[in-house]
């Protein structure tokens, strides 16, 4: 049924629809909204589960850490300073092989203080072992939920997904959504099996001491794990498409690639801007395009090797920053290619939109124009020339 | 029926805390679910491919075994288990009294149906004997050494059990793995009362108290018989029991431990110590009545 909904209800409704058993809470904005609609349903007699406030985000990731570990669907929700926060909890439950899912509202770090949307909470955590994926709409938010329960649960798999969505622009944006039927979630999304918990019946220790002799397999095995999850995400999301009728690869989006010789490279909400000036400039004949990344980690080498190896200028849009080096995305984007016979002629960096600067369609405009043959390295696109004076 | 805690496991040879480990579990028996702090126990109880428990057990991180363990909690709940289970969350007095004290405090405040248990020899042991807020004063820790300017640790214990009793959780008591029955009989009454159960006991440590490893009961007990470390039981906030002692002098106690050498040749330092024995044997009433002939 289609509904005009805000981002955070629509990631409660589906949460709620996924039957967690258990849900940790602690507020951060702009996460906030999605732990309180689902407190309310719980409250309300809608969603049978036990929701604990918790002291803080450490607790809040360790709360539902044991929760999966004894058998249990789970679901947290949090952003920047609280990911952060999670950050030791997270690598733990990806090393752990328990399948959850968090939401992330993206929001910028601290300092300077700062509550609005850019993406360098999540792209901070890229090495945790937790799946990522980035959503440009409110759409995809609830989609990727489902897909992520799916993913995660599976038994060659076992390991969390984190469900990215930009703060404000998604979390209190307004979309009309199709949101599923309780009968469709539960087609596509089995009760919870584990395939192994915490349970008197048959005891288990988890969370050993590995020393030299057996660490290493283990993190080889997360490696690997994650690659295979490069091809076993578009087998979910092809199920999805079967009985949700949205397709998605789950890994990439091409954008009017087909002949195009500027594309920018994104993640998240940003690509809605990109995609009306990339039809704007198109109207007008030029041939533009984007390449949205839906899925950062596990990273899609091959498919963007194959989306961009005929573009002759290539920019990357990082709502990051890996200070002192380049970009995150930038840098991986680039490594794609090293050694590759067919190749962008250049690929450039920008940063835009930190801190919740709004990236505008002239914005986009002013990307698409510096891709030129000159590689641009991080050129941020929207400083304010007056505020970088050298003294106050 | 065999211990839940089994042999083999790689603790030095007298340690308290393996032993008071082995007592507890054995007391709450086989329908328990384990959430362990890192520390000793962790390590040596759990090396991969090995484990000593016979009980579902996990090991997350330092700091969290109070928020996995209220995880379990809520699981169980769900799950529609929790009145056949019990749920530990165990901990050294580092991971306790120190990184782990606001995960504790938050599951406490959130009246969580979980024993947490504090094995409390009063330094981080598993780093190198590095000083905690547990570490009793005077003590000498790699972290707080002796020197011309120092006598060792300069501050007295955290008083946890009274920072747990201020949480108004319905049981919170002492014990000391140099009396078995005691602490056993404890860990019984915990887990017979529903809701946040704090359990602190005091487990000598051979190689950082540095004693003879035959010695952990006779240290263990002479703690209590000094009244530096009392055993008390509070249950709703009310002292219902306390281990009455004839109090024999701190020096007996001091002496045996490498960790207290400095100070038994300090007259001045020797009746710091007792005064906080003194204290303590005031405060809750150990001194024993004479026996009336």
């Known amino acids: 049924m289609r509904e005009f909904l805000e981002g955070s209800r629509v990631v409660a409704e589906i949460v709620k629809l996924c039957k967690p058993g258990v849900i940790s809470a602690y507020p951060i904005t702009p996460q906030t909204h999605i732990v309180e609609e689902l407190a309310q349903f719980v409250a309300n007699g809608e969603l049978n589960a036990q929701f604990i ?33 999670m950050a030791e909890v997270l690598f733990n439950i990806a090393g752990l092989r328990l399948p959850l899912i968090l939401t992330c509202a993206n929001r910028a770090i601290s300092a300077p203080i700062n509550i609005w949307n850019d993406q360098q909470d999540s792209v901070s955590l890229r090495d945790s072992g937790w799946v990522q994926f980035y959503a440009e709409n409110i759409q995809e938010v609830a989609d990727f939920h489902l897909i992520g329960y799916r993913l995660a649960e599976d038994k060659a798999m076992m390991l969390p997904v984190m469900v990215c969505m930009d703060g404000y622009t998604l979390t209190h944006g307004i979309e009309t959504v199709d949101m599923p039927t309780q009968e469709q979630v539960d087609k596509f ?98 041939k533009v395009g984007l390449l949205k990344i839906t899925a950062y980690r596990p990273f899609p080498y091959q498919e963007i090797y194959g989306a961009l190896k005929d573009i002759p200028k290539v920019g990357v849009l990082d709502r990051a920053l890996s200070l002192g080096a380049s970009a995150p995305l930038a840098a991986e984007t680039k490594a794609v290619f090293f050694g590759k016979k067919k190749k962008p002629q250049v690929i450039s960096s920008f940063i835009a939109g930190l801190g919740g600067r709004d990236i505008t369609k002239d914005a986009i405009k002013e990307i698409f124009r510096l891709l030129t043959t000159k590689e641009r390295m991080t050129e941020f696109i929207d400083l304010k020339p007056e505020l970088l004076r050298e003294s106050y | ?106 599951m406490w405040e959130r009246g969580a149906d979980i024993l947490s248990v504090c094995y409390d020899n009063e330094a981080y042991e598993n780093t190198g004997i590095q000083r905690s807020g547990l570490t009793p004063y005077g003590t000498n820790t ?40 005691d602490l056993q009989r404890k860990v019984k009454k915990a887990i017979s009362i529903k809701g946040p159960k704090y359990l602190q006991i005091h487990v000598p440590c051979p190689l950082g108290w540095r004693h003879e490893s035959a010695l952990t009961f006779e240290v263990g007990k002479l703690a209590i018989e000094t009244g530096l470390y009392p055993l008390i039981e509070y249950e709703f906030g009310v002292l219902i029991s306390q281990r009455k002692i004839t109090p024999r002098p701190v020096e007996e106690y001091l002496k045996v431990q490498g960790r207290f050498k400095h100070l038994v040749n300090n007259p001045e330092q020797l009746k710091l110590i007792q005064a906080i024995a003194d204290n303590n044997i005031e405060k809750y009433n150990l001194r024993a009545e004479k026996q009336s002939s």
């Open chain 1, 53 to 85: 406030n918790v002291e803080s985000e450490h607790s809040a990731a360790s709360v539902v850490l044991g929760a999966v570990a004894t058998g249990v669907r789970a679901y947290t929700a949090t952003s920047s300073q609280g990911l952060f926060y």
């Open chain 1, 189 to 286: 999304l089995p009760a919870y099996k584990p395939l192994y918990k915490l349970d008197p019946q048959e005891p288990i220790t988890m969370g050993h001491l590995a020393d030299p002799d057996y660490y290493m397999e283990t993190r080889f095995a997360l490696q690997r794990t994650l690659e295979d999850a490069l091809d076993l995400i578009p087998k979910i999301t092809l199920e999805f498409s079967k009985v949700f009728g949205r397709n998605y690869n789950g890994l990439i989006e091409e954008y009017r690639l087909k002949d195009a010789e500027r594309v920018i490279v994104a993640m998240g909400s940003v690509c809605g801007t990109i995609k009306e000036v990339v039809d704007e400039l198109r109207a007008k004949g030029k």
């Open chain 2, 1 to 106: 029926m065999g211990h839940l805690f089994t042999a083999g496991h790689t603790a030095c040879a007298g340690c308290g805390q393996a032993i008071a480990a082995r007592l507890v579990i054995d007391a709450c028996g086989p329908n328990t679910i384990v959430a362990n702090n890192t520390g000793c126990l962790e390590v040596f109880s759990t090396r991969y491919p090995e484990s000593a428990w016979e009980v579902p057990w996990i090991h997350s991180l330092f700091e969290n075994a109070a928020a996995v363990a209220s995880g379990i909690e809520a699981a169980l709940i769900y799950l529609g288990k929790k009145e056949a289970i019990n749920v530990i969350a165990q901990a050294g007095d580092g991971g306790t009294a120190d990184i782990g004290l606001q995960a504790l405090s938050g």
């Open chain 2, 142 to 181: 790699t972290t707080s050494p002796p020197g011309t300017k120092s006598i060792g640790n300069i501050r007295p214990k955290k008083p946890m059990p009274e920072i747990a009793v201020a949480h108004g959780i319905p049981y919170v008591a002492t014990a000391s793995v140099g009396f078995p029955q």
